[in-house]
């Protein structure tokens, strides 16, 4: 794949006068990782697992199923 030959859009010519790029700074990497983690609950599954549960319903209902066979 080619890399582009036009210029990446901080770099643009009709870029305003009033964004000063310079005093931005650089980003700070993961900066909102932990607030992201506390509104959700995705889990990684493994490629096995994956492969035998292709849906969410489906790794929901297997879930369920142990839940049942340890509540009885």
Do not use: C, Q, W
């Amino acid at each position: 794949m080619k890399k582009s030959t036009e210029p990446a859009p901080h770099e643009a010519e009709d870029i305003r006068d009033e964004y000063d790029l310079a005093r931005l700074g650089r980003g700070v990497r993961g900066k909102y990782f932990d607030r992201y983690r506390e509104g959700t609950n995705l889990a990684r599954l493994d490629k096995e697992v994956r492969e035998a549960f292709p849906t969410d319903e489906a790794v929901n209902e297997a879930l369920r199923e142990v839940l049942r066979s340890r509540s009885a």
